[in-house]
């Protein structure tokens, strides 16, 4: 639980100071250059694993059948 609470600690250090969107673009961007595109999966145990693309109407987005 102590790990889990470190992070935790991390991340609202680094949102006061106004770092996590710079934080993350470069993460992207790494990834980007490695040939990796960050939203085409699902991390899962720190291992890409492919993810189904979402098939929904816009309706059905916002909670609607659609029909």
Same mark, same amino acid.
């Given at each position: 639980?102590?790990? *889990?609470?470190? #992070?935790? =600690? %991390?991340?609202?250090? =680094?949102?006061?100071? #106004? *770092?996590?969107?710079? =934080? %993350?673009?470069? %993460?992207?961007?790494t990834l980007r250059n490695a040939g990796t595109l960050p939203m085409s999966g699902q991390i899962l145990d720190a291992t890409f694993v492919a993810a189904p693309k979402q098939r929904n109407t816009n309706g059905e987005k916002a909670g609607k059948t659609g029909r």
């Amino acid at each position: 639980m102590r790990d *889990a609470k470190t #992070v935790w =600690l %991390f991340r609202g250090r =680094l949102a006061r100071a #106004v *770092a996590i969107q710079e =934080l %993350f673009e470069r %993460f992207d961007a790494t990834l980007r250059n490695a040939g990796t595109l960050p939203m085409s999966g699902q991390i899962l145990d720190a291992t890409f694993v492919a993810a189904p693309k979402q098939r929904n109407t816009n309706g059905e987005k916002a909670g609607k059948t659609g029909r």
